[in-house]
Protein backbone atom coordinates (compact mmCIF):
# COMPACT_ATOMS: atom_id res chain seq x y z
CA UNK A 1 0.00 0.00 0.00
CA UNK A 2 1.43 3.35 -1.13
CA UNK A 3 1.20 6.35 1.25
CA UNK A 4 -0.10 9.16 -0.74
CA UNK A 5 2.62 11.96 -0.50
CA UNK A 6 1.93 15.64 -1.42
CA UNK A 7 5.28 17.85 -1.51
CA UNK A 8 5.84 21.79 -2.30
CA UNK A 9 8.35 23.17 -4.12
CA UNK A 10 8.70 26.43 -2.92
CA UNK A 11 11.23 27.23 -5.99
CA UNK A 12 12.80 30.10 -5.29
CA UNK A 13 9.91 31.95 -3.39
CA UNK A 14 10.33 33.26 0.48
CA UNK A 15 12.51 35.13 2.19
CA UNK A 16 13.35 34.29 5.75
CA UNK A 17 10.87 35.82 7.44
CA UNK A 18 8.13 35.21 5.11
CA UNK A 19 9.04 31.22 5.70
CA UNK A 20 7.88 31.75 8.89
CA UNK A 21 4.48 33.18 7.93
CA UNK A 22 4.25 30.14 5.63
CA UNK A 23 5.38 27.60 8.26
CA UNK A 24 3.43 29.05 11.06
CA UNK A 25 0.24 29.11 8.35
CA UNK A 26 0.63 25.75 7.19
CA UNK A 27 0.93 24.46 11.31
CA UNK A 28 -2.14 26.30 11.70
CA UNK A 29 -4.16 24.79 8.67
CA UNK A 30 -3.26 21.37 8.50
CA UNK A 31 -4.61 18.46 10.13
CA UNK A 32 -1.87 16.47 12.24
CA UNK A 33 -3.81 13.34 13.92
CA UNK A 34 -4.44 12.54 9.84
CA UNK A 35 -1.72 10.31 9.19
CA UNK A 36 -2.63 8.65 6.02
CA UNK A 37 -0.85 11.44 3.89
CA UNK A 38 2.99 12.20 4.09
CA UNK A 39 3.64 16.11 3.97
CA UNK A 40 7.01 17.33 2.28
CA UNK A 41 8.14 21.10 2.11
CA UNK A 42 11.29 21.72 -0.30
CA UNK A 43 11.94 25.75 0.53
CA UNK A 44 14.97 27.67 -0.61
CA UNK A 45 18.22 26.91 0.81
CA UNK A 46 18.29 29.35 2.82
CA UNK A 47 15.18 28.57 4.38
CA UNK A 48 15.91 25.26 5.54
CA UNK A 49 17.20 25.46 8.59
CA UNK A 50 14.29 27.84 9.96
CA UNK A 51 11.85 25.69 8.28
CA UNK A 52 13.19 22.53 9.64
CA UNK A 53 13.43 23.80 13.38
CA UNK A 54 9.75 25.12 12.79
CA UNK A 55 8.11 21.90 11.50
CA UNK A 56 10.63 19.99 14.11
CA UNK A 57 6.97 18.53 16.06
CA UNK A 58 4.91 17.89 13.61
CA UNK A 59 5.35 15.27 11.07
CA UNK A 60 6.20 17.18 8.19
CA UNK A 61 9.19 16.21 5.99
CA UNK A 62 11.82 18.66 5.11
CA UNK A 63 13.28 18.39 1.58
CA UNK A 64 15.60 20.74 -0.87
CA UNK A 65 15.61 21.34 -4.37
CA UNK A 66 18.81 20.44 -5.30
CA UNK A 67 22.36 18.93 -4.23
CA UNK A 68 25.64 18.18 -5.23
CA UNK A 69 26.63 14.69 -5.88
CA UNK A 70 30.18 15.41 -3.68
CA UNK A 71 30.49 15.42 -0.15
CA UNK A 72 32.72 18.71 0.66
CA UNK A 73 35.46 20.18 -1.33
CA UNK A 74 35.71 23.18 -3.67
CA UNK A 75 32.36 23.65 -5.49
CA UNK A 76 31.51 27.10 -5.01
CA UNK A 77 27.43 27.51 -4.76
CA UNK A 78 27.09 24.11 -4.22
CA UNK A 79 24.90 22.46 -1.52
CA UNK A 80 26.45 18.37 -0.23
CA UNK A 81 23.69 15.68 1.00
CA UNK A 82 25.75 15.87 4.29
CA UNK A 83 24.96 19.65 4.50
CA UNK A 84 21.03 19.06 3.87
CA UNK A 85 21.10 15.99 6.17
CA UNK A 86 22.04 18.47 9.08
CA UNK A 87 19.58 21.09 8.66
CA UNK A 88 17.31 18.06 8.97
CA UNK A 89 16.44 17.23 5.28
CA UNK A 90 14.97 13.48 4.66
CA UNK A 91 14.42 14.74 1.00
CA UNK A 92 16.05 15.99 -2.48
CA UNK A 93 14.12 16.75 -5.47
CA UNK A 94 16.31 16.25 -8.20
CA UNK A 95 16.00 16.85 -12.20
CA UNK A 96 13.37 19.43 -12.28
CA UNK A 97 12.46 20.20 -15.25
CA UNK A 98 13.46 24.37 -14.45
CA UNK A 99 16.81 22.60 -13.57
CA UNK A 100 17.10 20.63 -16.73
CA UNK A 101 16.44 23.45 -18.74
CA UNK A 102 18.18 26.48 -17.51
CA UNK A 103 21.15 24.81 -15.49
CA UNK A 104 21.70 21.54 -18.28
CA UNK A 105 21.23 18.96 -15.68
CA UNK A 106 20.81 15.68 -17.47
CA UNK A 107 19.87 12.04 -17.03
CA UNK A 108 23.09 11.37 -16.43
CA UNK A 109 23.79 13.93 -13.65
CA UNK A 110 20.20 13.33 -12.09
CA UNK A 111 21.43 9.36 -11.60
CA UNK A 112 24.59 10.68 -10.45
CA UNK A 113 22.79 12.79 -8.16
CA UNK A 114 20.04 10.36 -7.03
CA UNK A 115 22.69 7.50 -6.29
CA UNK A 116 24.61 9.56 -4.13
CA UNK A 117 21.65 10.95 -1.84
CA UNK A 118 20.46 7.57 -1.55
CA UNK A 119 23.93 6.43 -0.28
CA UNK A 120 23.68 9.14 2.20
CA UNK A 121 19.91 8.44 3.58
CA UNK A 122 18.38 11.06 1.37
CA UNK A 123 15.33 10.13 -0.34
CA UNK A 124 15.32 11.53 -4.05
CA UNK A 125 11.89 12.89 -5.54
CA UNK A 126 13.18 12.05 -9.56
CA UNK A 127 11.46 14.31 -11.98
CA UNK A 128 10.40 13.54 -15.36
CA UNK A 129 8.02 14.73 -18.34
CA UNK A 130 8.37 15.88 -22.05
CA UNK A 131 7.81 18.93 -23.63
CA UNK A 132 4.36 20.49 -25.83
CA UNK A 133 6.86 19.95 -28.64
CA UNK A 134 7.71 15.92 -27.76
CA UNK A 135 3.70 15.38 -26.78
CA UNK A 136 2.24 16.94 -30.25
CA UNK A 137 5.20 14.81 -31.81
CA UNK A 138 3.66 11.62 -29.92
CA UNK A 139 6.97 10.97 -27.92
CA UNK A 140 5.84 11.01 -24.97
CA UNK A 141 6.36 7.53 -23.98
CA UNK A 142 9.77 7.32 -25.29
CA UNK A 143 10.95 10.66 -23.89
CA UNK A 144 9.48 9.82 -20.19
CA UNK A 145 10.95 6.00 -20.43
CA UNK A 146 14.26 7.29 -21.43
CA UNK A 147 14.35 9.95 -18.61
CA UNK A 148 13.49 6.98 -15.98
CA UNK A 149 15.70 3.97 -17.87
CA UNK A 150 18.83 6.56 -17.57
CA UNK A 151 18.00 8.40 -13.74
CA UNK A 152 17.37 5.32 -12.13
CA UNK A 153 20.49 3.31 -13.80
CA UNK A 154 22.48 0.82 -11.93
CA UNK A 155 20.53 1.63 -8.95
CA UNK A 156 19.18 -1.58 -6.61
CA UNK A 157 15.43 -2.45 -6.19
CA UNK A 158 15.47 -2.02 -2.89
CA UNK A 159 16.44 1.62 -2.76
CA UNK A 160 14.26 2.32 -6.00
CA UNK A 161 11.35 1.34 -3.91
CA UNK A 162 12.25 4.55 -1.81
CA UNK A 163 12.80 6.46 -4.55
CA UNK A 164 9.87 9.36 -5.44
CA UNK A 165 9.01 10.01 -8.93
CA UNK A 166 7.55 12.79 -10.57
CA UNK A 167 6.08 12.72 -14.12
CA UNK A 168 5.58 16.61 -14.23
CA UNK A 169 4.97 17.07 -18.13
CA UNK A 170 7.34 20.52 -18.76
CA UNK A 171 4.12 22.10 -20.42
CA UNK A 172 1.68 21.84 -17.25
CA UNK A 173 5.01 23.56 -14.83
CA UNK A 174 3.68 26.94 -13.71
CA UNK A 175 1.43 27.47 -16.75
CA UNK A 176 -1.78 26.53 -15.45
CA UNK A 177 -2.02 23.59 -17.75
CA UNK A 178 -2.93 20.82 -16.25
CA UNK A 179 -2.79 16.81 -17.78
CA UNK A 180 -6.52 15.52 -17.57
CA UNK A 181 -6.53 12.56 -14.88
CA UNK A 182 -6.56 9.97 -17.99
CA UNK A 183 -3.44 11.93 -19.12
CA UNK A 184 -1.50 11.77 -16.65
CA UNK A 185 -2.68 7.96 -15.28
CA UNK A 186 -1.67 6.85 -18.84
CA UNK A 187 2.42 8.41 -18.32
CA UNK A 188 2.11 6.79 -14.76
CA UNK A 189 0.97 3.52 -15.47
CA UNK A 190 3.90 3.87 -18.43
CA UNK A 191 6.13 4.46 -15.70
CA UNK A 192 5.21 1.99 -13.28
CA UNK A 193 5.01 -1.00 -15.97
CA UNK A 194 8.80 0.14 -17.05
CA UNK A 195 9.77 0.07 -13.59
CA UNK A 196 8.10 -3.54 -13.23
CA UNK A 197 10.02 -4.38 -16.28
CA UNK A 198 13.33 -3.27 -15.34
CA UNK A 199 13.12 -4.57 -11.41
CA UNK A 200 9.77 -6.50 -10.89
CA UNK A 201 6.50 -5.74 -10.37
CA UNK A 202 6.63 -6.40 -6.66
CA UNK A 203 8.96 -3.16 -6.62
CA UNK A 204 7.04 -1.44 -9.13
CA UNK A 205 4.40 -1.41 -6.84
CA UNK A 206 5.96 0.18 -4.01
CA UNK A 207 7.35 2.92 -5.87
CA UNK A 208 5.73 5.96 -5.30
CA UNK A 209 4.83 8.28 -8.58
CA UNK A 210 3.73 12.14 -7.98
CA UNK A 211 2.21 14.11 -10.66
CA UNK A 212 3.46 17.28 -10.82
CA UNK A 213 1.95 20.39 -13.21
CA UNK A 214 -0.45 23.01 -12.39
CA UNK A 215 -2.12 20.98 -9.14
CA UNK A 216 -4.52 23.44 -7.53
CA UNK A 217 -6.94 22.78 -5.00
CA UNK A 218 -9.66 22.37 -7.87
CA UNK A 219 -8.18 19.92 -9.08
CA UNK A 220 -6.53 17.82 -6.71
CA UNK A 221 -9.13 15.52 -6.19
CA UNK A 222 -9.81 13.68 -9.58
CA UNK A 223 -5.72 13.45 -10.35
CA UNK A 224 -5.37 12.00 -6.86
CA UNK A 225 -8.09 9.39 -7.68
CA UNK A 226 -6.65 7.83 -10.05
CA UNK A 227 -5.04 4.55 -9.72
CA UNK A 228 -1.18 5.33 -10.33
CA UNK A 229 -0.93 8.92 -9.18
CA UNK A 230 0.22 8.93 -5.63
CA UNK A 231 0.83 11.70 -4.42
CA UNK A 232 1.52 15.39 -6.18
CA UNK A 233 4.65 17.53 -6.22
CA UNK A 234 3.24 21.42 -6.06
CA UNK A 235 4.84 24.52 -7.30
CA UNK A 236 2.42 27.52 -6.99
CA UNK A 237 -0.36 25.99 -5.32
CA UNK A 238 2.33 25.45 -2.24
CA UNK A 239 3.10 29.45 -1.38
CA UNK A 240 -0.01 29.65 0.41
CA UNK A 241 -0.67 28.01 3.58
CA UNK A 242 -4.51 27.57 2.92
CA UNK A 243 -4.29 26.05 -1.09
CA UNK A 244 -1.73 23.52 0.25
CA UNK A 245 -3.30 22.27 2.87
CA UNK A 246 -6.31 22.10 0.87
CA UNK A 247 -5.00 19.82 -1.77
CA UNK A 248 -3.35 17.84 1.60
CA UNK A 249 -7.37 17.14 2.42
CA UNK A 250 -7.57 16.27 -1.06
CA UNK A 251 -5.52 13.38 -0.74
CA UNK A 252 -7.13 11.91 2.35
CA UNK A 253 -9.11 8.90 1.56
C1 LIG B 1 6.73 22.32 -9.94
O1 LIG B 1 7.44 23.30 -9.80
O2 LIG B 1 7.19 21.21 -9.71
C2 LIG B 1 5.34 22.50 -10.35
C3 LIG B 1 4.64 21.45 -10.64
O3 LIG B 1 4.88 23.80 -10.46
P1 LIG B 1 3.35 24.28 -10.65
O4 LIG B 1 2.52 23.49 -9.66
O5 LIG B 1 3.36 25.73 -10.35
O6 LIG B 1 2.97 23.96 -12.05
Given at each position: MRTKTIAGNWKMFKNFQQTEDLINGLKKA???????VKVIVCPPFTSLALAGSLLKETPVALGAQNMYF???????GEISPGMLKSVGCEYVILGHSERRLY????NESVNTKAKKALASGLIPIVCVGETLEEREKNITDLIVSTQVRGCLKEISAADVERIIIAYEPVWAIGTGKTATPQQAEEVHLLIRKLVGQLYSWATAEKVVIQYGGSVKPENAKELLS?????GALVG????KADSFASIIKSATA
Open positions: LDFTDKSEDEGAFTFHETQPNIDGACL
